[in-house]
């Protein structure tokens, strides 16, 4: 593995960090890690509830990196099993739960988005399912008996539902103690994870104890707030920024950002030096953000692209270079099924959403209207930054 004296280590492991529990026990460990010239195994869960990785996602992803950097083992650990419950953490009410079907279905998408960030030689791809679905009834109770309903309601969401008489269900009290015990099964040395899942990861530590272990260090970051700069950031709540979304798609929304998020991406995504970019206009200082992200994902050609087509657009309100065509057979179509099945939305819901807000046109008309139906070509636009050029082949 490669050297790097402890001093350093930290100075790196610390940047951008919110917590760390214990900074004392972490030291021991990377003095143990270069003494005996073993790796650390660095835990940090995911679970694949939507298709897609999120820049959200990618502030968890970017130090475990830097680990990577600095010659430690990283386990990736997609919860397929935790993720048919739904990680209550922050929830006022239930999640939805999902199929299995359905989870596995976004762990695959995961597996290939992740390596855009992740050294695949030093990832080691794991499944909560391969251990959870081996054990028995009488190993799931005696999992159980290691964590109390006192300590469970003890957590502010949960409090807060139980007060409010909202329900709250048995599966849902079994998620952290879920997630705890990925933490022995895995015999992590650390743990990465947001500012909201402090008592999750706390109770990996006490279930190490109790199983024999050294418990974990808890390495803690910020949330990214989504484009509306107030919510973390989500697919369900329509305000993420997919790391494999199109260049322009992904260039727009950055632009959509506020200034103060703007700062906090630049801290938690990138390594440009802040009082640098304070120093620049707030406009040319979000189109250097833009293009910087676009680039790590999209590469600079495409992140050059966008940048200049955003600037034809919303400087100078032209039309981009080049539109997407799609293909249409003579005869009236509905809009939604437009929007859905050329793929220029992600849902019906939000094909929905958009023409109830008055965000989708056809050459410059407003559709308002859900029954819509297109019978004439012309370019189609949704929201501040899509484009679609409608023809209908004769």
Do not use: C
């Amino acid at each position: 593995m490669r050297r790097v004296d402890i001093k350093r280590q930290l100075e790196i492991i610390k940047q951008t960090v919110s917590e760390i529990i214990s900074e004392e026990e972490l030291v021991g460990k990377l003095e143990r890690s270069i003494k005996e010239k073993i790796p650390l195994n660095i835990k940090a869960g995911f679970d694949p509830t939507a298709s897609d990785i999120h820049l959200g996602h990618t502030v968890l992803l970017n130090k475990l990196r830097q680990f990577q950097d600095l010659g430690h083992t990283v386990y990736f650990l997609i919860g397929d099993f935790t993720a048919t419950i739904g990680d209550p953490s922050g929830q006022d009410k239930s999640r939805k739960r999902l199929t299995y079907e359905e989870v596995r279905k976004n762990a695959q998408t995961y597996k290939q988005q992740v390596f855009k960030i992740l050294n695949p030689k030093k990832t080691k791809v794991v499944f909560n399912t391969q251990w959870f679905s081996k054990m028995s009834s009488s190993e799931i109770l005696d999992l159980a008996s290691h964590s109390t309903l006192a300590q469970v309601l003890a957590r502010q969401d949960f409090n807060q539902r139980y007060n409010q008489g909202k329900d709250i269900s048995l599966l849902e009290l079994f998620y952290p103690l879920l997630q705890a015990y990925d933490s022995v099964y895995l015999k992590a040395d650390i743990e990465i994870g947001g500012t909201d899942q402090k008592f999750n990861l706390l109770l990996g530590r006490e279930l190490q104890r109790d199983f024999g272990q050294a418990p974990q260090v808890i390495i803690m970051l910020p949330l990214l707030e989504g484009t509306d700069g107030v919510q973390k950031m989500s697919k369900s709540l329509g305000n993420y920024i997919g790391i494999t979304e199109p260049a322009g798609q992904m260039f727009g929304k950055i632009m959509s950002i506020d200034d103060p998020t703007m700062f906090k991406y630049y801290t938690l995504l990138t390594e440009e030096n802040l009082d640098t970019v304070k120093k620049m206009h707030p406009m040319e200082a979000k189109l250097k953000l833009a293009e910087l992200i676009v680039s790590r994902y999209h590469g600079k050609v495409s992140a050059h692209k966008a940048r200049k087509d955003f600037e034809l657009i919303f400087s100078q309100r032209q039309l981009p270079e080049k539109i997407p065509e799609y293909k249409l057979k003579p005869g009236a179509v509905k809009i939604l099924d437009v929007l859905v099945s050329s793929q220029i939305v992600s849902s019906r819901n939000e094909a929905r959403r958009l023409i109830q807000q008055g965000a989708v046109s056809l050459e410059g008309r407003k559709i308002t209207d859900l029954e819509f139906l297109l019978e004439k070509s012309g370019i189609l636009k949704v929201g501040k930054r899509r484009f679609l050029k409608i023809v209908f082949d004769i």
